[in-house]
């Protein structure tokens, strides 16, 4: 019956690996049944951990949250001796929650592996619980302590020569330094990331790396730089024949070359990256590739090629939970509108996108994020605003018009506030505002605040 459990199981990874996810979870329950009979907690406690993956595979992380408490359950009943099983089953339980934006809630299941883990001397669960916890305070805004976690991850990684380990905490440290705004320490890190994965000769993790640089270079405007890390991580992408990193590499070449006003090349790229999502069923990305493909046409001043790609932008990412990447493509959709004389529809997707923008900048301080991200959204809806003000005025309505005027100038000084680096997370942390009594308008007196210090 024990040989019976394990094959069952063994089987159940190798459906999970195939894809099937049906025929995995009826080998995993199967293997349960046979666990329970056998009043195995061990084995028990490894069928949770399996019921809990393949649920996450096919994105039900709720599913895979309730097995991995379940595994929790069970572990913390072992014998002392097992009891790393224990450390095992908050980590997966953390990832869950992870998966679900949880991250409060996955810190204590990271804290608790590292507790079990630091007990039983086993380094390699060590270093899982400070890349959690770096993931998860840098996802809640809090870099001081992310930035610790992954530094502790890194030194315990050079200790033990543990190259792989190594590569992804200088990926990790130079995301926290971009988002700070410390593009030459992100630089910094992410040429390491480099050269580490080049000594490995990991072309995968060379090709990431590429990517890394070129997205830093590009949020300082470098974009003839940023294209030549884009196109590496393309080169190797091609020549590892993995489609995601093409897609991604796609995009990135697209957006330096959209900037660099090299329309042609811009078009080319972006066509491509929805060509390989289409073939991936990508459906983010599919909707990203046709934003991206009507903003170069409205560019180039062809707004009947544009309204064609927003419009199936808008009806890719109509199911998806994507409220920012949906008022974009509304913005630019009412932007072609305006272009093509057609005010009154551009009036009504404009304000639409104008409540979406204000949506996701909500989402953005209550998570305490770093303000480039505020940056961009409050960047776009000062354009909205612009553009709204053209269509109101095109349709006679001078004294809505004049209203938007003055929300657009309040837009354009906040933006410039936010352009000097003003860190809403970093006043969130002094104690200066608190995310759950704050509204979106409130921010706007905060920003007009900061503008007399």
């Keep these: 019956k024990r040989g019976m459990a394990k094959a069952l199981g063994h089987m159940g990874d190798s459906w999970l690996a195939m894809g099937d996810f049906p025929k995995a979870v ?26 809990g993956l393949a649920h996450s595979k096919v994105g039900e992380y709720g599913l895979a949250s309730d097995f991995n408490k379940r595994q929790v359950s069970v572990a913390s009943g072992l014998p002392s001796h097992q009891q790393i099983e224990a450390g095992r089953a908050w980590a997966n339980l953390g990832e869950a929650y992870e998966c679900l934006f949880r991250y409060s809630d996955a810190v ?32 809640m805004g809090n870099t001081d302590e992310a930035m610790a976690a ?45 050269v580490s994965a080049q000594t490995m000769a990991d072309l995968e993790r060379q090709g ?33 024949g993995n489609l995601d990193a093409q ?17 042609d090349a811009a078009l080319g790229y972006h066509q491509r990256q929805l060509t390989v999502a289409l073939q991936l069923g990508e459906e983010e990305t599919q909707a990203s590739a046709y934003n991206a493909l009507g903003m170069c046409y409205i560019d180039m001043r062809q707004p009947a090629e544009a309204l064609k790609h927003l419009q199936s932008g808008l009806k890719v990412s109509s ?66 605003l612009e553009t709204l003000q053209q269509v109101l005025v095109s349709l006679g309505d001078n004294h809505n018009a004049l209203a938007v005027a003055e929300q657009c100038r309040l837009k354009a000084h906040q933006h410039i506030l936010l352009e000097r680096q003003v860190q809403i997370p970093a006043l969130l942390k002094a104690g200066f505002i608190h995310s759950q009594d704050m509204t979106f308008p409130d921010l706007q007196g905060l920003i007009r605040g900061l503008g007399s210090w």
């Design 319 to 384: 199911h998806l939970q994507v409220t920012g990447l949906q008022a974009e493509l509304r913005m630019n959709l009412g932007l072609a509108l305006h272009m093509s004389g057609k005010q009154s529809e551009a009036k009504r997707q404009l304000e639409t996108a104008i409540a979406l923008f204000e949506r996701t900048a909500q989402a953005i301080i209550e998570k305490a994020s770093s303000s480039s991200q505020l940056r961009l959204v409050v960047h776009y809806q000062q354009l909205s």
């Design 247 to 263: 897609m991604r590499s796609a995009a990135n070449l697209g957006t330096a070359y959209f900037a660099l006003r090299q329309f």
């Design 150 to 194: 992954f530094e502790q991850r890194l030194q315990m990684a050079q200790a033990l020569c543990d190259v792989i380990a190594e590569v992804e905490c200088y990926a990790d440290l130079g995301q926290v330094q971009k988002s700070l705004g410390d593009y030459t320490r992100a630089v910094e890190y992410h040429q390491r990331q480099l």
């Design 108 to 139: 204590p299941c990271y804290d608790r592996l590292k507790s079990i883990a630091t007990m039983f001397g086993d380094e390699a669960e060590k270093m899982r619980a400070h890349a959690g916890l770096g993931r998860c305070h840098r996802e």
């Design 26 to 51: 009826e080998h995993y329950q199967q293997q349960l049944t046979l666990a329970n009979d056998l009043q195995d907690a061990l084995m028990e406690c490894l069928v949770y951990r399996s019921l």
């Design 208 to 240: 990431q790396a590429m990517c890394d640089l070129g997205e830093v270079y590009q949020e300082m405007g470098q974009f003839e730089e940023a294209a030549m890390y884009h196109r590496n991580d393309l080169k190797i992408a091609e020549e590892l």
